[in-house]
């Protein structure tokens, strides 16, 4: 696996493998990986003949008082992973080398309405931020696909917005949650939690599940249901960000006949969880 700190490096590496017919796929993280990640990676050997993964803590997508600082940096643990996985190129820039004027002055891409729903009302900037370090990525590495985690499916729907708007050419897919045994969420942030906080954590994937079953049984008071959610965290003692259950592919408010997904954030203590799951049509 070559390991790269250089955009022009990356750039040029990737046009030879396709200048030989090589598809490419690109998997971009922040590190600190699990089998999550490693599901991404999986499904990236399993498209392409080359794979690159990126890994770099963007500060463009942390709020002011986000956990930028704390956030867990194991880069030695997961070049062995990559390594043993197989994968071909792993790309981990410098912050200088993606925002040379700095992070305030960089151009920003914005995700109009998709992007200022559920995370983005409580965190303003952020989906900018992914957006615009992601847009960045596709234009050095420039994948045939790219793969992005459905646990973060806001995140998901506003890569593939900003990819069909923009043209990028890269086909952007999403791969299902990977779970703890007790269905809660694998995420980076949940070595956060105290042994008592991850012991009650699992609650957001039961309040989910238990909003899908409703779903599925045909309830149809949306309302209810995200109202009888928000009331499972609260009584687990987990602060309720928002509970909602939307339209799938637009995450506007549910509607009848439509695929839906229940969403979820909350906080545990200092740490912030997100969660969802589909349900319907
Ligand atoms: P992150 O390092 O948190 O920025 O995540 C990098 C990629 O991994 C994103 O596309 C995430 O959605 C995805 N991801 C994170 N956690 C999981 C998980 N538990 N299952 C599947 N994908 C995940």
Known sequence: MQVMESPAGVREAVRSWRA???????????GNLHDGHMALV?????????????IFVNPLQFGPNEDLDRYPRTLEADMQRLRSAGVDLLFV???????????????????????DELCGASRPGHFSGVATVVAKLF???DPDC???????????????RMAHDLDFATEVVGIPTVRE?????????????????RARAPVLYQALSQAVQQLE???????????????ALRAAGLQPEYFSVRDADTLLPAAQGRAWRVLAAARLGSTRLIDNLPAGA
């Open 20 to 30: 030989g017919g090589a598809r490419v796929a690109f998997v971009p993280t922040m």
């Open 93 to 115: 820039p410098q912050e200088a080398s993606l925002y040379p004027q700095g992070r305030d002055a960089v151009t920003r891409i914005s995700v109009p309405k998709l992007a």
């Open 181 to 197: 045994a007790d269905g809660l969420a694998m995420s980076s942030r949940n070595g956060y939690l105290t042994a008592e906080e």
């Open 146 to 160: 790219s793969l992005f985690g459905e646990k973060d499916y806001q995140q998901l729907l506003v890569i593939r």
């Open 42 to 54: 999986q499904a990236a050997l399993e498209r392409a003949e080359r794979v690159v993964v990126s």
């Open 217 to 231: 049984a045909g309830a149809r008071d949306f309302a209810a249901i995200e109202t009888q959610g928000a009331q």
């Open 139 to 141: 234009n050095i590495v």
